[in-house]
C-alpha cells in the first residue's frame, strides 16, 4: 500500500477555510506529481481543480442538478447552507479546468450506493485520481481509492 490524500467533500461556508487553503492545494500537486492516489468527492474535487492539476484528466464533480436541487429544496428552511460560493461547483471547475473532461456519469437525486450494493453510485477513475460526486457515491468511492493506493 502506497501513500493516499483523501479530500472530502462538504458545503456551507465553514468549509471555505478548507477548500481555499494554499497548503492543501500545494499537497495535492506534490501527490500529482509524485503519481500517488489522490481521491475527492463532492466539494473536495473543488481542491484539485484549485490546484491547477486538472487539465487534461477525467473528473467527477457535485452536478450543478444536485446542488441546485439540495438548495432549491432546503432553502426556506436552512437558507443558504447549500449554496458555499455564488458560483456552482460544477461550473468553477469548468472554468479553472477548461481541459478536464466531466464525467458525472447518469442523473440520479436518490440513488445511493452501499457496501454491499454500489452498481447505483457513479467513480470516475483516471491513473491514481479518484473522483466522486456527492455522498451516495462514498462507498464506491473509497474502494476504488484503496484499489488506486495499491497500484
Not at 40 to 45: E, K, R, Y
Not at 89 to 94: A, F, G, N, P, S
Request: hydrophobic share 40%; proline share 3%.
Amino acid at each position: 500500500v502506497r501513500d493516499g490524500v483523501w479530500l472530502t467533500g462538504g458545503h456551507a461556508k465553514e468549509m471555505r477555510p478548507y477548500l481555499e487553503s494554499a497548503r492543501v492545494q500545494h499537497i495535492v500537486r506534490q501527490f500529482f506529481q509524485s503519481n500517488l492516489a489522490v481521491g475527492a468527492i463532492c466539494h473536495g474535487t473543488l481542491i484539485v481543480a484549485r490546484a491547477g492539476v486538472l487539465d487534461g484528466r477525467r473528473t467527477a464533480c457535485l452536478p450543478k442538478y444536485m446542488e441546485r436541487a439540495g438548495y432549491f429544496s432546503t432553502a426556506w428552511k436552512i437558507g443558504r447552507h447549500y449554496r458555499t460560493y455564488d458560483e456552482y461547483l460544477q461550473d468553477e471547475i469548468v472554468r479553472l479546468a477548461p481541459n478536464a473532461l466531466l464525467d458525472n456519469g447518469s442523473t440520479t437525486l436518490f440513488a445511493r450506493g452501499t457496501d454491499d450494493d454500489d452498481s447505483s453510485a457513479h467513480v470516475c477513475v483516471d491513473g491514481q485520481y479518484v473522483s466522486a460526486r456527492w455522498p451516495g457515491d462514498a462507498w464506491r468511492a473509497a474502494k476504488s481509492f484503496l484499489q488506486a493506493m495499491r497500484e
